[in-house]
């Protein structure tokens, strides 16, 4: 299929990523896991279960894998226009804001489809802009589901025998269950961080005044700051569709990334509120985060293993 890797595309924690094209022609995504061992087989099981479970214009669609002792890889329908970090990485590469909403919307259906429609509940664990891919029309869809958890409809809250996800995305209560409990509220979490970083927030954060520099409450509190300025020229806002838009995934992106989990809302309520207008949408309360020591003193790893408890 990918005449012998030749065609890479990219790469991740668990795998790299060639270009394929399979016998009638149609070009593939062929990603092949790395380092491999025996006690990895449920994992790649769980991403082949979690797609195979899937059916959502905003879910890439899996469609065949290998599994032959230690040699492993998922077979995906091939996006054009890769993930989304690469439109928002770089001013001269932006889609512009029309585009980043609509894709935001739909990263949040395909989120909603896995949390609330699926048969077997879905949560992801690692939602950021790596993850995200575009086809040729820039349509999203959630992908990489290797760190994915399937859990029965009726529960509410999950255990991890490890935390996973990464640095920057991830939910307080994934490292710390002092925080509250692991659910569909982490992921969550980590789609308003996303929300943030597409309009742009951390250059936003930037302009205001540090409250205090080495905390790492200063993107948080600075980001609300940011917001609750933009609110109280709401009336100037409403008057420019696109300042609207910015101003919906302000708000929401603050909604998401509340510390505690029954605070923040759940994805099919951010599809509803980035769907309504601007003053629909309550003003969300001052986010708080973990001190800068206590982050230290957990020593994230990439892999992000770590006992929970």
Request: proline share 5%; hydrophobic share 40%; with cysteine.
């Amino acid at each position: 299929m990918t005449k012998f890797f030749k065609d890479k595309v990219g790469q991740g924690g668990y795998g790299i990523v060639y270009k394929g094209e399979l016998l009638d022609g149609q070009p593939v995504a062929v990603k092949v896991l790395t380092d491999t061992r025996d006690d990895d087989a449920l994992e790649f099981i769980n991403e082949v279960a979690s797609i195979s479970e899937t059916s959502h214009v905003n879910i890439v669609r899996l469609l065949g894998f290998c599994f032959e002792r230690k040699k492993r890889a998922l077979v995906y329908e091939f996006m054009p226009n890769k993930s989304l970090d690469k439109f928002i990485s770089s001013p001269e590469s932006s889609l512009g804001l029309d585009k980043l909403y609509v894709i935001a919307l739909g990263v949040a259906r395909g989120l909603e489809y896995m949390h609330t429609s699926c048969n077997t509940r879905i949560l992801h664990f690692d939602i950021k802009p790596q993850n995200i891919l575009l086809d040729e029309d820039f349509c999203p869809k959630i992908a990489d589901f290797g760190l994915a958890k399937l859990f029965k409809k009726k529960q509410s809250m999950i255990s991890l025998l490890g935390t996973r996800g990464t640095i920057g995305y991830i939910a307080p209560e994934v490292f710390s269950r002092n925080f509250g409990v692991v659910s569909h509220k982490s992921d969550v979490y980590s789609y308003g961080m996303m929300l943030l970083e597409m309009v742009g927030a951390k250059e936003m954060a930037k302009t205001t005044e540090p409250i205090i520099q080495s905390s790492e409450n200063y993107f948080h509190e600075s980001v609300y700051e940011v917001v609750l300025a933009k609110k109280e020229k709401i009336d100037d806002v409403m008057r420019d569709e696109k300042e609207e838009s910015k101003m919906k995934m302000l708000m929401v992106g603050v909604w998401c990334i509340q510390t505690a989990p029954s605070d923040r809302p759940s994805i099919s309520k951010v599809v509803e509120m980035l769907q309504g207008s601007v003053e629909s949408i309550e003003m969300p309360p001052k986010p708080s985060f973990p001190s800068a020591p206590l982050l230290e003193s957990l020593q994230f790893s990439s892999s992000m293993h770590m006992e929970t408890q």
